[in-house]
């Protein structure tokens, strides 16, 4: 048997979805088949530090990345491709031959993780990594330029809007005025670079909305407001590269109003319908459009993508695509696979190669130019 492939699990980071994050890396590590994969754990802290041989479990017990690990760095240079370990008595930085990386599993959800930033530094030091590559998260994360590329696209979406923090604090009573007048109440305030229902209120009043915006704001210098839809909450999970496929859809049943934080992750009491009852012509157009926002954005690997079905007409409504969805074992990710036909250690082992396979076919492209070759 060949050498293990080194397959480095990277988690936590600064992010409001910090705590998310650990869940996930405990369910990927403890699934990766040990006789395939050298498994190598990558915690960073909420202050951004990097740290080798983090126990995702006590992390999740602790509810951070906490400081018990080797400090290392990552450079972005080719040459190097690996872990470099920073020790208090080294002058320099040196990395073992034998310390490279194959292929690097990001589950760190939120900003400076799944925004396109950890990406342009994979992409430096030119290591196969799973997942969207720096456009497609960069277009993920941000909702605005996300529904901006969906709509050139021709995808069905609900209305919005978005204004930044400062037309904000300059000019409260302007943008009360703009959101009344395109949609009035209820409505959905987001920061628009965040995920996990993270800063996210439904405003039933001008009174909600104000504190909505003042709490976005604290998340992102961009919010956005969507029309509130009475609606279905169903999703797709998406699976390859150039030739994605989509998985059986599923449905949220929230435990409150709205998919919030603590309905996904706190009170337990949401539910998740898979397959979703729906009418076959419905369940194949919502199969047909995630498969078109995960190439409207250029989007790898993976992606879910969540849609609203309205009540009452049927209407299928793209909300957003997530580019490194929650996953633990009981993330609808996974389970919209499972219910497909794809195990959870199997769609790891799937998602590896489509790494490499990605790597591989971008690495095919020169990255130099000379005039005789024109």
């Not at 915690?43 to 992390?59: C, F, N, S, Y």
């Not at 995960?294 to 299928?316: I, M, N, P, Q, Y």
Request: charged residues 25%; glycine residues 10%; negative net charge.
């Amino acid at each position: 048997m060949g050498r293990k492939k080194r397959v480095a699990v990277i988690f936590g980071g600064r992010s409001g979805e910090h705590e998310v994050s650990l869940n996930s890396a405990v369910s990927v590590m403890s699934a990766l088949d040990r006789e395939k994969y050298e498994v190598i754990p990558v915690g960073i802290t909420k202050e951004g530090g990097w740290l080798v041989g983090v126990d995702p479990l006590k992390a999740v017990e602790a509810g951070e990345v906490g400081h018990a690990g080797t400090p290392a760095v990552l450079l972005g240079d080719p040459t190097r491709r690996g872990l470099i370990p920073v020790g208090p008595q080294q002058m320099g930085l040196t990395a073992a031959e034998g310390d490279t990386i194959d292929v690097v599993f990001p589950v760190m959800h939120g900003t400076y993780g799944e925004d396109g930033t950890i990406q342009g530094l994979l992409e430096l030091a030119n290591i196969p990594y799973v997942g969207a590559g720096v456009l497609a998260s960069a277009l993920g994360m941000d909702k605005v330029m996300m529904k901006t590329v969906f709509a050139q696209h021709g995808l069905p979406q609900a209305r919005y809007w978005y204004c930044l923090r400062k037309d904000w604090e300059q000019d409260e009573s302007g943008v009360v005025a703009e959101v009344e007048q395109r949609f009035g109440y209820p409505c959905f305030v987001k920061p628009a670079n965040l995920g996990s229902s993270v800063g996210i209120t439904k405003a039933h009043d001008r009174e909600e909305f104000l504190k909505a915006m003042d709490m976005a704001a604290c998340y992102d210098r961009k919010i956005i407001v969507e029309e509130s839809v009475d609606a279905r909450e169903i999703e797709v999970s998406v699976l390859g590269n150039d030739d994605p496929i989509a998985s059986v859809p599923g449905e949220i049943i929230p435990s409150k109003e709205f998919y919030d934080y603590e309905a996904k992750y706190l009170d337990g009491l949401s539910k998740l319908i898979i397959p979703a009852d729906l009418p076959p012509e419905t369940t194949e157009k919502v199969r047909r459009l995630a498969v078109e926002a995960f190439k409207a954005v250029d989007c790898a690997g993976l992606a879910r993508v969540d849609f609203f079905v309205t009540r009452s007409g049927g209407e299928v409504l793209v909300n957003e695509i997530n580019t490194i969805p929650g996953f633990t074992k009981i993330s609808m990710y996974p389970k919209l696979w499972e219910a497909t036909g794809i195990s959870y250690s199997q769609l790891l082992d799937r998602l590896i190669d489509l790494a490499v396979e990605r790597h591989q076919d971008k690495n095919k492209s020169q990255t130099s130019f000379r005039p005789e070759q024109a």
